[in-house]
């Protein structure tokens, strides 16, 4: 990974750090106010809805993500001056402040998508989860420091990440390749069908896991007498399970994270259901719980940045899917809260609901391994075929940010023709022996692994 796409990685997971730290919990926060522990939950849950509207706004307005640099810097801004707002407001308008701060804060991650998708084709599970890893290790530093620093060195807490991620964007992180002329449209089409299922897929584990969440945290009344565990331990099996897939994610099948996270997930109901209310049984759900829950992550932010390297429009993919992760969870913490106050049984309602959502996602899964699998054995590499070539001077750009070689171009410009390796042999009059090796040569300075990625990658919106 080179020197820039490696600050990009750190700006995104500082960004990230923040959310999980201030809005998505609410702790760093604690210390301002009084009455923020009966707020919270409406603080929070108005960050989850309004960050969950600002995406499908995204993923249905958003025409184009190509300027993503200053997409992420005007989200980046709002988000501090919103934060800095909130800061110095009355607790009654907190509400407000979060539900804008989630609004915004969503084009910043839609942003990245485009980023996600252009600068790092290979191996994004290699990417995503050294982000998610960063990103959780630095919210729990801040989480820790909130808690000993004063009130008044609170807000350069909260800020400074922030502040950090625009650094290392703007200053350290990869350039916008500028279109010279006009990018001809093109003629892939956005598989409907395909992302509805995913969608579904996503908001069912989502939704299991909002319920859980607020069953989880007022059903071990013990934990009151283990308010370090309470706060950091989540952390630490998420943490473990995202190091365990850096290790073998090249030995590990993609549909597999998603087997297995959902496997994790019906255990932790299991022992939810049927262990009690003793602190053993809140380290052996919460164990298992937050373990589903990184493989699932990992699973479907790489599927949704695998499938915008194959048909582009990133922000589309990652504004549905996220709008539908969040959207499970924000219904699954109102299903948990009626649970609460309606229910007899809670544990065992979330047990069967939780099981529901489970059976579910067994149904979709291998139905949209087939449709993925079937992207990326080339089927659809017809279609790249069809789309305008880009301009050349915008071609010429390309080639010398990732520094091919005289050669290189020529078989890459042959590539966009759509011919066979014996054919560009031929027109290049070398042995297809020799042509095979341009071609690794041009994959491994591209960072990608196949063809159509390549192809995708000269074919930009």
Known sequence: ??????FAVWS???????????????????????????????????????????YLVGALFLKKTYPWKYLMSGSLVGTIAINLAIWFSPAALWVAGFSLLGFISSFYVLGWSHLYRLFYPADKVYILVH???????????????????????LMAVMITPLLAAGWLLISKGPKP?????????TTIIFPSLLMLVLCLFFAAFKLSAGFMYRVIHYSYPVMDHYRLIDTYYHYIPFIFTLVFILHYHKKIQRHFLAFAGVALLGLSFVTFALAGENLVSFILTTTLIEA??????????????????????????????????LFGTFTGGLIGEYLLLHGDSPRALTALYATAAIF???????????????????LILKDYLTQPLAPDDLLSLLF??????????????????????????????????????????????????????????????
């Open 131 to 153: 982000m998610a890893v960063r990103s959780n290790i630095i919210a729990v530093l801040i989480i820790a420091l909130s808690t000993i620093v004063p009130t008044p060195v």
């Open 177 to 185: 390749i500028p279109a010279v002329t006009p990018i001809p449209k």
């Open 360 to 378: 579910l996602t067994l149904v979709i899964i291998p139905w949209f391994k087939e449709k993925v699998e079937d992207e990326e054995t080339g």
């Open 12 to 54: 995104i997971a500082l960004y990230f750090s923040w959310v999980l730290a201030f809005p998505y919990y609410g702790i760093v926060f604690l210390p301002l106010n009084e009455g923020f522990d009966t707020t919270a939950y409406y603080c929070t849950s108005a960050y989850l809805m309004f960050h969950a509207l600002g």
């Open 292 to 325: 589903a829950f990184a493989l699932l992550n990992v699973f479907s932010w790489t599927l949704l940045g695998d499938l915008s390297s194959s048909y582009g429009s990133a922000h589309r993919f990652f504004g549905f899917g996220l709008f539908a992760i």
């Open 1 to 6: 990974m080179g020197r820039k796409k490696h």
């Open 400 to 461: 010398a940010e990732v520094g091919l070689t005289a050669r290189e171009k020529e078989v890459s410009r042959l590539l966009l023709e759509g011919l066979s390796n014996k054919e560009m042999a031929g027109k290049l009059f070398i042995s297809e022996n020799t042509l095979k090796t341009h071609l690794r040569n041009i994959y491994r300075k591209f960072g990608v692994r196949k063809r159509n990625e390549v192809i995708n990658l000269m074919k930009q919106e």
